[in-house]
Antibody, heavy 121, light 108 residues
Framework: EVQLVESGGGLVKPGGSLRLSCAAS????????MTWVRQAPGKGLEWVSS????????YYADSVRGRFTISRDNAKDSLFLQMNSLRAEDTAVYYC??????????????WGQGTLVTVSS | SYVLTQPPSVSVAPGKTARITCGGN??????VHWYQQTPGQAPVLVIH???DRPSGIPERFSGSKSGNTATLTISRVEAGDEADYYC???????????FGTGTKVTVL
């Protein structure tokens, strides 16, 4: 059974940092692209960042580029999101998802339950 | 930046058909994926590559695309289909994934 478990969320002050983790199990982690998606309270889904299976390709939303860094450890079946210079508008539930790709297009087939990040003084 | 536009809400009576549209420039050249999200839960993939249904998703869910609009159709709507629905594409011109604005489906 595919499982994705996020951790690392919490309350942080504006300008602070946080590192999210996503532990994967039930599939060959090193063969799949992965992604982070967030959802602010009462708002829609917002794509944050994606990383290919061997970290060759990395993409960021404009809203987080230069502040967030996505990475992965295939030996430990883990995905990470280092978030720096956090702002109030980064407050959201952050989901990690598995991202199978075919023919140049990818979708998110399995999602974790999310971890809440609150940026507030 | 690329924008996917969905109607904010769709209301449908039980047993009837709900159609949720997703409009975007040149969407015909992109693969469209659809997600269902119930309150407090993570999204669930219901359609990928425009028309393909993942295993475990009822046949009542179907996808189509015509011109600049993709459509998610839910036939024989049930109370359990009440949720928010999002479309998604990959915009190769910006190397960004894009979610639609989301549609809340209410079962009357």
């Amino acid at each position: 059974e595919v499982q994705l478990v996020e951790s690392g969320g919490g309350l942080v002050k504006p300008g602070g940092s946080l590192r999210l983790s996503c532990a994967a199990s039930g599939f060959t982690f090193s063969s799949h692209s992965m992604t982070w998606v967030r959802q602010a309270p009462g708002k829609g889904l917002e794509w944050v960042s994606s990383i290919s299976s061997r970290s060759t390709y990395i993409y960021y939303a404009d809203s987080v580029r230069g502040r967030f860094t996505i990475s992965r450890d295939n030996a430990k079946d883990s995905l990470f999101l280092q978030m720096n210079s956090l702002r109030a508008e980064d407050t959201a539930v952050y989901y990690c998802a598995r991202k199978p790709c075919s023919g140049g297009s990818c979708y998110d087939d399995y999602w974790g339950q999310g971890t809440l990040v609150t940026v507030s003084s | 930046s690329y924008v996917l536009t969905q109607p904010p809400s769709v209301s449908v009576a039980p047993g009837k058909t709900a159609r949720i549209t997703c409009g975007g420039n040149n969407i015909g050249s992109k693969s469209v994926h659809w997600y269902q999200q119930t309150p407090g839960q993570a999204p669930v993939l219901v359609i990928h590559y425009d028309v393909d249904r993942p295993s475990g998703i009822p046949e009542r869910f179907s996808g189509s695309k015509s011109g600049n609009t993709a459509t998610l159709t839910i036939s024989r709507v049930e109370a359990g289909d009440e949720a928010d629905y999002y479309c998604q594409v990959w915009d190769s011109s910006s190397d960004h994934y894009v979610f639609g604005t989301g549609t809340k489906v209410t079962v009357l």
